[in-house]
């Protein structure tokens, strides 16, 4: 159980285009999910958490005009790249977290979406 | 500030012991994980331990715990090269719906056969 499943797993795009990535829990209702994004050989840096119903909380210094996120149902939450520019390449990773998590709020992670941007 | 050391390499021989160790930053973190990466993939839970524990042994997986340090290491026993990865450790920051995960640096685990 607690499956996470990302689309695309990769996309390159032109700069000046949107674009948008989908994050579902597949097996379990998320009631929180997160957005990450990894440099070539970084750490992940959170850019924002989703609480269903609630608007996207932002990490500080992502520009929630560029990646805008929407938490539109239990099972689903999109990133998106709005007019992309090569410097928004990286890997984007999201995570769920659900009332099965347990004591221990255990995230569930997605497999990633590699964005190029061209 | 919410900095999380690791070391960014390890390489060790197949059946030796691997520690990775990682340093973290807020003490009133709950829980810490350690989670691993495989090539383009994403995060899998390895391990967690409760901040109130000093050790915690889960197969092949020892994770010990000093908190006066604020010192996280993960001990894999008898190392496969199938544990070569990248390992992150992390803290829980933060309480209820807004509880969030800062992670390590990374350290990148290369096993020789």
């Known amino acids: 159980g607690a499956v996470v499943s990302q689309h695309p797993s990769w996309v390159i795009c032109k700069s000046g285009t949107s674009v948008k990535i989908e994050c579902r829990s597949l097996d379990f209702q998320a009631t929180t999910m997160f957005w990450y994004r990894q440099f070539p050989k970084q750490s992940l840096m959170l850019m924002a958490t989703s609480n269903e119903g609630s608007k996207a909380t932002y990490e500080q210094g992502v520009e929630k005009d560029k990646f805008l996120i929407n938490h539109a149902s239990l099972t689903l939450s999109t990133l998106t790249v709005t007019s992309a520019h090569p410097e928004d390449s990286s890997f984007y990773i999201c995570?769920?977290?659900?009332?099965?998590?347990?004591?221990?709020?255990?995230?569930?992670f997605g497999p990633g979406t590699r964005l190029t941007v061209l | 500030g919410e900095d999380v050391e690791q070391s960014l390499f390890l390489s060790v021989r197949e059946g030796d012991s691997s520690v990775i160790n990682c340093t973290y930053t807020?003490?009133?973190?709950?829980?810490l994980y350690w989670y691993k990466q495989e090539p383009g993939a994403g995060l899998q839970l390895l391990t967690y331990?409760?901040?109130?524990?000093d050790m915690k042994q889960d197969q092949r997986l020892t994770v010990l715990l000093n908190k006066k340090d604020k010192h996280l290491s993960l001990r894999i026993a008898d190392t496969q090269t199938g544990d070569s990865a990248i390992y992150f450790c992390a803290e829980s920051m933060g309480g209820g719906a807004t509880n969030k995960l800062i992670f390590g640096t990374g350290t990148l685990l290369a096993v020789q056969p």
């Open positions: 807020d003490s009133s973190s709950t829980y």
């Open positions: 331990i409760f901040s109130n524990m």
């Open positions: 995570s769920a977290r659900g009332r099965t998590s347990g004591p221990y709020n255990e995230q569930f």
